[in-house]
């Protein structure tokens, strides 16, 4: 690498001079040993291309270099740069973007192309999310109860585990097929496959789901297993894909791509896959199904999966990965170096502050929607209410990465923070005074509200995160770096889920008694009220022709008990700790090589 001929013009102020009599600095510092470790780390990361740097904003590269594969020279350690006047900030490096687009149409065509086949990925990932996370509980509530939906919500688990599988991702490839291809492909041939037989099932998987809810949980399980291991790939390959400059576009095609498959999958498949919207908005003889089934809906999927992995196959060449040194890209390395992340002190408090702050979202995310069904809202007003709120996550996620730079980015995470409590208490208040006529114009158009300013919230503080992961990775193990981060932020979001839709049946009181205008005397007498908090017991007490009384709704109490846990968890830990950690300097979160 020392011996590479780089043209003046392109040398980044930050690269590394080379040795000569003229050079200043001692011939002790600037020699290299090409045995030593720091050595061959470097070459590991010239062996993942120069743009393998996690953090858009650490480096610049000057906008006139005119490829994006284009190898750049290696850069010195980043303390030796802080005191460059143009990045420092109060004697410490800033974080400040580099010279990059300023609007995702001013990409360079290389950059637009890269962009866009980050967006199909993402969002080819989104669609088995959004039916695992979305439509299928909320069709399944019908049947079950919050408790059961919550045991199947473990079937989103493996985006929260993927940190346990991530380092053989990256440690085991075909080095002719490309390094982050050599997992996509498979993976998406085979998650068509399951999409394909789970069109011709999932109907009768979903009628009979009661008494198969292990077997229907298992198979979405696997297919999200899927999708959370290409996310490992996609993630790793989005840092070569993209210049330097530019890197910062790359959690806006995440953001895009994902909330489009994830929307897609929950918010436009219930639409039209409800008899009632399709009834009111599209027909004039109405029927008893909606324009789109659940098994079309995977089938066409299934069929565009290998419409777009036999393209990608064949239309995208991915850079050569040259052999790294023995052991160096090795299963165990990369473990070690996970291990050396989570054991900075600074990682430590951000992964607990990961694990503790979206528990006061909980109720409102997975119950509030269902809630609107149950007090009476039509299934057409709903899905006309989540259809509405798609164009907006587009259009939040592109203006909340521009918010989103700059040295301060949880700045507008902890604003959201504080929007999304207030949003979870709003759409109480609907809940609680839903008109016993019906929901009119008025409520409706309150709704949607309520949902289009939960959705800005929630999309401002995923993009946000997101920006602050990428600033802080250490470059020189950056894809394992932002992996253990982004499973944490994962987790933090998953495991008050089923804790919190047991509550809700926990608190909920509720008894099936007997309409004395309806029943007999000998059915009056003979009668044993019983619970019906659950819903196979709410719908046993209506085939007796019983009145389910809820005398206490547990959502009401699970959910000002999230907020009011959320809200001083936010006030005395959250805030004051997120502060402090964005203040830190980069080398803060480096791990000792």
């Not at 045995?35 to 000057?62: I, K, M, T, W």
């Not at 399709?278 to 290998?306: C, E, H, I």
């Not at 170096?337 to 503790?356: D, E, R, S």
């Not at 009476?376 to 918010?403: C, H, Q, R």
Request: with cysteine.
């Amino acid at each position: 690498m020392s011996s590479q001929v780089v043209d003046k013009s392109l040398v980044h102020p930050r690269a590394r001079k080379p040795f000569n009599k003229q050079s200043k600095a001692p011939r002790a510092s600037m020699a290299r040993d090409r045995s030593g470790s720091f050595y061959a780390e470097e070459q590991e990361l010239d062996d993942l291309g120069a743009s393998n740097f996690d953090g858009p904003r650490h480096v610049s590269v000057p906008p006139r270099r005119k490829s994006i594969t284009a190898r750049l020279p290696k850069y010195d350690d980043e303390d030796t740069y802080k005191d460059r006047p143009n990045h420092t900030e109060n004697g410490k490096r800033s974080r400040g973007h580099d010279e990059g687009a300023s609007s995702l149409w001013q990409l360079p065509p290389a950059d637009f192309r890269n962009f866009s086949l980050l967006c199909i990925l993402y969002l080819l990932q989104g669609i088995p999310v959004g039916l695992a996370m979305g439509s299928v509980p909320f069709l399944l509530k019908g049947k079950l109860s919050y408790g059961q939906v919550g045991l199947f919500s473990l079937a989103s688990y493996p985006y929260s585990m993927k940190l346990l599988w991530s380092p053989i991702v990256d440690a085991i490839y075909s080095p002719t097929i490309g390094r982050r291809k050599s997992w996509i492909i498979p993976i998406q041939t085979v998650s068509a496959l399951m999409l394909l037989w789970l069109g011709s099932h999932i109907e009768t998987l979903l009628a009979t789901a009661e008494s198969r809810l292990g077997f229907v949980t298992l198979l979405f399980f696997a297919l999200v297993f899927l999708c959370a291991t290409q996310d490992v790939a996609v993630d790793g390959w989005a840092l070569t894909l993209l210049s330097h400059a530019n890197l910062s576009y790359a959690s806006t095609a995440q953001t895009i791509g994902l909330n489009t498959g994830y929307f897609l999958s929950f918010t436009v498949f219930l639409a039209f896959n409800s008899a009632e919207f399709a009834n009111k908005y599209f027909r004039t003889v109405p029927q008893d199904t909606g324009l789109l089934s659940m098994s079309s809906y995977l089938k066409f999927w299934g069929w565009t999966y290998l419409i777009m992995t036999l393209a990608l196959f064949l239309g995208k060449t991915e850079e050569k990965t040259r052999e790294t040194r023995s052991g160096k890209n090795g299963i165990l390395d990369v473990y070690t170096a996970m291990w050396k992340i989570v054991k900075l002190p600074n990682v430590q408090l951000f992964i607990l502050i990961h694990l503790v702050s979206k528990f006061g979202f909980q109720a409102n995310d997975a119950v509030t929607n269902l809630k609107l069904l149950e007090k009476g809202l039509s299934k057409e007003d709903l899905a006309l209410t989540v259809l509405i709120d798609f164009p907006f996550e587009i259009i939040f996620g592109y203006y909340s990465a521009k918010w989103s730079v700059g040295n301060r980015p949880l700045r507008p995470w902890l604003y959201a923070f504080v929007g999304r409590l207030g949003s979870a208490l709003l759409a109480q208040l609907l809940v609680y005074y839903f008109p016993k006529n019906g929901a009119g114009s008025f409520y409706l158009l309150l709704v949607i509200l309520v949902h289009v300013l939960g959705s800005f919230m929630s999309t401002v503080q995923f993009v946000s995160v997101n920006a602050f992961h990428t600033q802080i990775a250490d470059p020189a193990i950056g894809g394992t770096y932002m992996t253990t981060l982004n499973t944490v932020s994962n987790l933090g979001g998953q495991w008050p889920r089923v804790l919190v839709l047991f509550a809700v049946d926990f608190f909920t009181k509720a008894t099936c008694v007997l309409d004395p205008a309806l029943a007999t005397p000998d059915q009056l007498e003979t009668f044993v009220p019983f619970s019906c908090a659950k819903q196979a017991d709410k719908q046993r007490c209506a085939n007796i022709g019983g009145l389910c009384d809820m005398t206490v709704d547990g959502y009401y109490i699970t959910n000002i008990l999230c907020v009011l846990v959320g809200g001083a968890l936010f006030f005395s830990f959250i805030r004051p700790k997120v502060e402090y950690l964005q203040r830190l300097d980069l080398s803060k979160w480096r791990v000792e090589k």
